[in-house]
């Protein structure tokens, strides 16, 4: 039986009655370790509820908490009296009590507050939908093991993403199933009475009443709420219900529950974070509730506007602006009448926030993230890019390669990620610090010392683990469906545990046009005679969901589900249903070769990937996301986009690319055996991929570089703001008011012009007249910035994030006023400078505004070039 019968089956009971067993005092901690995601990570914690009841494990799709409830009493007994579960039961509280015991690493460590609609810590949790979801699961977890001080916020919904199931015809049905929080890792937050703690979030002239969850992820809290409470309207208990269901007016509602009652929630629980992270613009209405704080505190619009966005911090996933959240302004003027009404400013006032000039008809989330946060990201180098293209209406005057829109590249939970058998293989050959490592570049480069032999054979067992799970979930599946078993041995005849040998490529992802999960199906012909090879045959396992209403995604899931049931690919070509986090652990730590063919640069980072390589996997993979920072020629393949315009043109190009590098490298290379059975070269080659993608691409790097270059800085910059008082905001406030209606009149004038050449230890001298219109001196910083381009040492911006300081390439120098003006009654300004170093620059004269509370020195978007 597998989980969707069994959650089927108790969903038809008209009455249930649950008969639950007693936990012998000597495991009384077992339902604690149930409680904490601790064991999404920890495969021993996991493995003593797994070897309580395996089928109970399977059934409950690995749910430590049901598991607990439903296990017969006479095994949870046996367990009790068996003494080497008792012992693994000690070693797991040690781990975990010493795990939640250390202290953190730093006593003033400002509170950050992380916002996210979905979040995927493990498959028993189904709050998630795919990547988004699995990111933030990774973030908290992260944060957890840098033990930042840390509190995350979300929606607990009844029915999580659905269940897919695909029929012969490749349709797919979406099943959905309401979860009961008794079978989930979370727990009622009360207060010093007892009684439930909510929050109301007034919506539409009504107030709505939102409990508050908890759920731990090893230190950290995750508070998620919902409205299912008998105080609401029916409608609006299903506020929560389904994630990403329904129309606009019901997403509209989950995101002002997500943002409004989310700050409120932490309100009531008595924390004030110093930094608002909002991880996509799903919950960027934090801001509005942010703003109206400040102005009972005491501030205007303008000025609480400037104090929320001072700590608040937005992180963008979507490289196309149609994927950005927005709702009709009529929508939104019905829902937000309330909270207008304590703004005391007008409706038209608060919807500029979210209009952009093409469409001032919507509000669009992410133009209200732009306007009220003042550290801002992509999720990768080439993403963050393409997003502060997409940005740059916002900063008018700024090129968009200087505009606030950073970066910070995307990583992966390693713990979560990495196959247990490469755990115990570090722990062998590296030793038990692997883990603290994890960032250490120099540390990895132990594995290249590793004997061949015993890397590949390790890898064969975790192959083989992949394999023997995939065929279990085939059979499952097969005799659900009461589909042919002897169809299923042909589907099946190269996925064989025992001899793990065949070359095998997975795409586990989104069904998502974009993510052209179809694309080497364009050249069938030849597709065919790769698969077939009877020497050297290859395996493609296709897994994933398209949304319920993405037709174009669902047909390339049909075209996928069909073809691999035609004679020529049945066998070679196999579609795995309901990718869930479980069947990704396997794959990509399984999988040879992990496939990834965007429309690039459409894939903000993409991380399944990362997964796989950090399990000594090779990507085969378009130059898009993280593996243009990631591919370094020996750790996979990497295929630049094609250069074309033409939509079929482009297609064709990429396809016949990516065919070239599999027939020709990647299964030429695999199948070079040597005198032991393997590739000498496809090792190696694999132990790069883990050597350079574990310390650059893991998940606590990417929390210390949030932390670092945002998190923060934006606590530091709130903390200055509130030292002057409400009157310095304020302040602040009218001047850049004051600032924008000078600014047009401000110019600049070449006094003198720069030298053509100049001594490597000679002084550069230049004078400007600058027009300031009713600015003074003070409010306006004048530079000179110089770009080396002979010799230049770096044609593209840092790898991995954007926050860890300026390019050497880069000479920039204050002008200082002369204190005099010329005869127009400009200011003038002067230079005095040595070159940091010899070649050739290419050089501008500039002036924008400058004011000590400012969070980026072109925040403002005002730039006059000379």
Partial sequence: MDRRQFRTRASLAKQLIEVHPVVPAGLARLMELSNNLFFSWHRPTRALFQDLDPEVWNQTNGNPRLVLRCVDQEKLDRAAADPAYLERYRQVLDTFDAYLAAPPPREDEPLVAYFCAEYGFHESFPIYSGGLGVLAGDHCKAASDERLNFVAVGLLYTEGYFIQSVDSEGVQRANYVDSDPRDLPVEAVRDADGKWLHVQVPIAGRAVYTRIWRAKIGRVSVYLLDTNCPENSPEDRDITHRLYGGDGTVRIRQEMVLGLGGVRALRALGLAPAAWHMNEGHAAFMILELVREGIASGLDFAAA??????????????????????????????????????????????????????????FNMTHLALNGARRINGVSRLHGAVSAGLCAEHWPEVPPAENPVGYVTNGVHVPTFLAQTWSRFF???????????????????????????????????????????????????????????????????????????????????????????????????????????????????????????????????????????????????????????????????????????????????????????????????????????????????????????????????????????????????????????????????????????????????????????????????????????????????????????????????????????????????LQIAATLNGLSAQDVCVEFVAQRVLPRYRTESPALSSFRGESDDVWRCALSSTGATDADGATLYGLQATPPTAGQFAFELRIYPYHALLAHPLELGLLKRL
């Fill in 305 to 362: 506007l400037e104090a929320s966005a001072a700590q608040c911090v937005f992180t963008t996933h979507t490289p196309v602006s149609a994927g950005h959240d927005a709702f009709d302004t009529g929508l939104f003027a019905h829902c937000f009448q309330d909270i207008v009404t304590g703004l005391g400013v007008s409706m038209e006032r608060v919807l500029d926030l979210g209009r952009s000039a093409n469409a001032p008809h919507a």
């Fill in 427 to 765: 722990d062998d050959k590296l030793g038990p610090q692997w883990r603290e490592r994890l960032s250490d570049v120099t540390f990895w480069r132990a594995l290249a010392e590793v004997p061949d032999h015993e890397y590949w054979l390790t890898a064969q067992k975790v192959k083989a683990t992949m394999v023997d799970g995939v065929r279990a979930r085939l059979r499952r599946e097969y005799t659900a469906k009461g589909l042919s078993q002897a169809q299923l041995r042909h589907v099946t005849r190269l996925l064989d545990p025992e001899r793990p040998t065949t070359l095998t490529l997975g795409f586990a992802r989104r069904f998502a046009t974009y993510k052209r999960a179809a694309l080497l199906l364009r050249d069938r012909a030849r597709l065919a005679r790769l698969v077939n090879d009877p020497v050297r045959p290859v395996l493609f396992l296709f897994a994933g969901k398209a949304h319920p209403a993405d037709e174009p995604g669902q047909q390339v899931l049909r075209e996928i589900k069909q073809l691999s049931l035609t004679p020529e690919f049945a066998g070679s070509l196999v579609f795995l249903e309901d990718y869930d986090l479980q069947l990704a652990r396997w794959l990509v730590s399984g999988v040879d070769v992990w496939l990834n063919n965007p429309v690039a640069p459409m894939e903000a980072s993409g991380t399944s990937g990362i997964k796989a390589a950090v399990n000594g996997r090779l990507n085969l993979s378009i130059l898009d996301g993280w593996w243009a920072e990631g591919f370094e020629q020996d750790n996979g393949w990497g295929i630049p986009a094609a250069d074309a315009l033409d939509a079929e043109r482009r297609d064709a190009l990429d396809c016949a690319d990516m065919l070239d590098v599999l027939e020709e490298e990647v299964v030429a290379l695999y199948y070079a055996h040597n005198a032991d059975g393997y590739s000498g070269e496809w090792v190696r080659r694999c132990k790069r991929a883990m050597m350079s993608v574990i310390p650059s691409f893991n998940m606590g790097r990417v929390v210390q570089d949030y932390a670092r270059g945002l998190y923060y800085p934006a606590a530091a910059q709130y903390r200055r703001m509130r030292e002057g008082g409400l009157g310095a905001i304020t302040a602040f406030a009218q001047w850049k008011q004051r600032v924008r209606e000078l600014w047009p009149g401000v110019q600049l004038r070449r006094i003198s012009d720069a030298p053509r050449e100049l001594p490597r230890a000679g002084v550069l001298n």
